[in-house]
């Protein structure tokens, strides 16, 4: 079902292409990367990292968006895991303060999963009583201040460099690896795209889907949970309210971006990847060429509305009304 | 009688909350059972209420508007403009925001109608798009100092002990009483419930689906240009940053108000309590003095899931006493 997309991407592809390529037209150093330090630096660096949380948040949140799901809490959760480590970093080791974080990164997944598969609440309901309260817990956590720390070992996970990279990217690499060999070297991205095809017929066909909800759900925590640290370490510290503040959209973006269907099927994790990056690209494109960040906005609305004219089921069959009619009554309902 | 009771639990229930929430805030600070309280309560909220209105009707037909913060964003800086740069008398400028906005939700209307697109991401889109415009046109705090401003933030119904009911809590119950007529005693009001319960039922009864679909979205906007309007009467400035987050309260309001998320069953009452119950946490902190404003967030997050879990424990009820007659006959 509205599966208009090539599965190699050509068109996100060819668009981040554009945007870099426009981002050098604007600033013709922004292909010049440089060594300095047994790091690299440079725009297009500079893209991969600031890209790096709402690329991190897109990866779970895309397994999602596939089973017919939403995660609108990733930001709350953000915030609340980088609360968790910004005040544990100065006293805790740097194990203890990672797996405090993602352990509340997994509670809060589990939360999710818990009311959208048992308790049976639609997704973007169920998550967003998380998304109002979980400010509210980050800022409880870090008592309403902006909690700084020193700690030289997390503050490696924000701005320091592996073989070259930032942190932040490697992070991500590993991580869309590891979800890469999860969900596509098992069977599991198979019953998920089945899930989100059909639920029922799933269940009826013996998948878990329940398990898997959850499963999903908790994945999606983990990577917020990441992504929060991520910020965190860059900055030093932990800003309760505005860590990860409408990151959620972003990602939901960058997913819808990747050609990941909203009515849930067949998802690509590398290209909600990539459409985090095409995001990003934008934004620094904007910066770059000397607009006021306030288009930035309103050029990601055009940017949303095109996506998703571009992948409306009606484009291409707006005569065949009684086509239209059959696919209303098959699609069971595309509204949220 | 009775059925007609049970239909109400909802609202029951968040009238109960309501009023055991304001008995116990009584019992603790003997100077919250006035009607000054009450009136502060009715003028802080005037603009959410407002929004939650249209936001109910969104939500009985099934969909969601997630822009209404955003509107209300470019409201408040478009009349602070328009006011004091472009010198257009502000009764002109009232109307032709809200023929804008009007604009605006015909347009998210028809997207999502016509090409069939999840009213989720095309509100969002809006969201992006009206916070952006708000910000293209400016991002300082302006105020404004129109005469007609301060003569209606000076207009009020004044009671004894320094209550006041001001003009933006008359526009809001206004629009309250409004939108329970149109809800629940027109024709419109009743499409709108037969959108929620299937679409396809409803487009196969003869109703013009399409229609409602953009007038439900014409409404939520102008609702919330109102709002915006309300808002920079209450605050007499405009600001792009203003009402961030209003889409949040205004879906929980509905929620707490005991309106289905999944559409087809809801009270514009409901919502009304439902934002009230958010302004009593507000004021308790408020009074308290002590407790911080995260708190209010937590327990809004609290109430939500309290009320979600009723609806669906309430849900799963009605389903098992419906399927056991059916299972009585083989």
Not at chain 1, 26 to 31: A, D, M, T
Not at chain 1, 271 to 285: D, F, S, W
Not at chain 2, 273 to 302: C, E, H, N, P, R
Request: hydrophobic share 55%; aromatic share 8%; glycine share 12%.
């Amino acid at each position: 079902m509205a599966m208009r997309f090539p599965r190699l991407g050509t068109s996100q592809l060819l668009a981040l292409g554009v945007i870099l390529l426009a981002n050098w037209m604007v600033s013709p150093q922004f292909f010049d990367i440089r060594v300095q330090d047994g790091r690299l630096f440079g725009s297009l660096i500079d893209v991969l990292n600031r890209g790096a949380p709402v690329a991190l948040l897109s990866i779970g949140m895309v397994l999602v968006i596939a089973m017919r799901g939403i995660d609108l809490s990733v930001g709350a959760v953000m915030a609340i895991c980088g609360a968790i480590a910004a005040s544990l970093a100065d006293s805790h080791a740097l194990p203890v303060v990672l797996a405090a974080a993602l352990g509340a990164g997994l509670l809060c997944g589990l939360w999710n999963g818990f009311l959208v598969a048992v308790l049976g609440i639609q997704p973007i309901v169920a998550t967003l009583i998380l998304m109002v309260a979980g400010r509210g817990i980050a800022q409880l956590i870090t008592e309403g201040r902006i909690v700084t720390f020193t700690s030289p070992q997390l503050a490696f996970l924000g701005g320091g460099s592996v073989l070259g990279l930032p942190t932040p990217v490697v992070l991500t690499l590993g991580m869309m690896a590891l979800t890469l060999l999860v969900v596509r070297g098992t069977a599991l991205g198979l019953m998920i795209e089945a899930t989100g095809g059909n639920p029922r017929a799933s269940a009826l066909a013996g998948i878990g889907t329940k398990l898997i909800t959850v499963a999903v759900y908790v994945w999606s925590g983990l990577c917020a949970a990441l992504a929060g640290i991520v910020a965190s370490a860059d900055i030093l510290g932990a800003d309760a309210n505005n860590a990860g503040l409408w990151l959620e959209l972003d990602a939901i973006l960058a997913v819808v971006i990747g050609g990941t269907s909203l009515f849930g099927g067949r998802f690509s994790i590398l290209l909600a990847v990539v459409g985090a990056l095409i995001i990003q690209a934008m934004n620094t494109g904007i910066l770059l060429s000397g607009f006021p960040p306030e288009t930035n906005l309103v050029v990601k609305a055009v940017v949303v509305l095109a996506v998703l004219l571009a992948q409306s089921p009606r484009l291409g069959g707006a005569l065949a009304g009684l086509g239209v009619l059959f696919s209303r009554a098959t699609s069971g309902g595309p509204r949220r | 009688m009775i059925r007609s009771l049970g239909r109400l639990t909802p609202v029951l229930a968040t009238a109960a909350v309501f009023l055991a929430g304001f008995v116990v805030c009584s019992l603790i600070y003997p100077n919250f059972a006035s009607l000054r309280v009450v009136m502060n309560l009715l003028t802080d909220n005037a603009f959410l209420v407002i929004v939650a209105v249209g936001m109910t009707f969104v939500i009985i037909s099934g969909g969601i508007d997630l822009s209404v913060g955003s509107v209300i964003g470019f409201t408040t800086v478009f009349l602070a403009l328009a006011i004091e740069r472009w010198g257009i008398p502000p009764l002109a400028a009232f109307v032709l925001i809200l023929v804008l906005c009007a604009l605006f939700g015909a347009c998210m209307g028809a997207i999502i109608q016509y090409f069939e697109l999840p009213a989720f991401i095309v509100t969002l889109a809006g969201m992006f798009l009206a916070r952006g415009a708000s910000f293209l046109l400016s991002t300082e705090s302006l105020p404004i100092t129109a005469d007609l401003y301060a003569h209606l933030s000076d207009h009020a119904l004044r009671f004894e002990g320094g209550a006041r009911l001001t003009v933006p809590a008359m526009i809001m119950i206004a629009v309250v009483l409004a939108g329970m007529v149109l809800l629940h005693l027109t024709r419109f009001g009743a499409n709108v419930y037969a959108l929620g319960g299937s679409r396809t039922a409803t487009g196969l009864m003869g109703i013009n689906v399409a229609r409602t679909t953009v007038l439900i979205y014409t409404l939520s906007s102008v609702l919330a240009g109102l709002a915006g309007i309300v808002f920079s009467l209450y605050t007499s400035s405009g600001y792009s940053l203003s009402a961030v987050g209003v889409e949040l309260d205004a879906i929980a309001a509905v929620v707490i108000g005991g309106t289905l998320l999944s559409g087809g069953y809801g009270f514009i009452f409901g919502s009304f309590l439902g934002v009230m119950i958010q302004g009593l946490i507000q004021t308790y902190i408020s009074f308290d003095g002590m407790l911080s404003s995260w708190w209010a967030k937590i327990a809004t997050g609290l109430l939500l899931f309290a009320f979600i879990a009723f609806q669906q424990l309430t849900l799963h009820l009605a389903r098992r006493s419906r399927r056991a007659p059916a299972g009585a006959h083989p």
